[in-house]
């Protein structure tokens, strides 16, 4: 069974950062394109960031130039670095498989800017 746990979220100031980690059981990252989602209260859930087994990597327009993915096949672990962060940027925070995630999910993490 595949389960997927994020975590490093918090509450942060505008302009912060966060780092935020994603572990997985019962799935390999290094044999999948791997990518962050968030969803903000009454919006559906978008791919923000996401990296491919060869290490390209792509951004929303709205985190391009602020956020980084980037994978530890060795740990199997998929972390995103988030800097600059906006209010905006205020949304529980989860990874899975890109372009096309998988069917479950795991709990997500929150991450909250203050203004």
């Known amino acids: 069974q595949v389960q997927l746990a994020e975590s490093g979220g918090g509450l942060v100031q505008a302009g912060g950062s966060l780092r935020l980690s994603c572990a997985a059981s019962?799935?390999?990252?290094?044999?999948?394109?791997i990518g962050w989602y968030r969803q903000a209260p009454g919006n559906q859930r978008e791919l923000v960031a996401y990296c491919t087994m060869a290490g390209l990597t792509n951004y929303a327009d709205s985190v391009k130039g602020r956020f980084t993915i980037s994978r530890d096949n060795a740990k199997n672990m998929v972390y995103l670095e988030m800097n600059s962060l906006k209010p905006e940027d205020t949304a529980v925070y989860y990874c899975?498989?890109?372009?096309?995630?998988?069917?479950?999910w795991g709990q997500g993490t929150q991450v909250t800017v203050s203004s």
């Open positions: 019962g799935l390999t990252f290094s044999g999948n394109d």
């Open positions: 899975n498989l890109a372009p096309v995630p998988r069917r479950s």
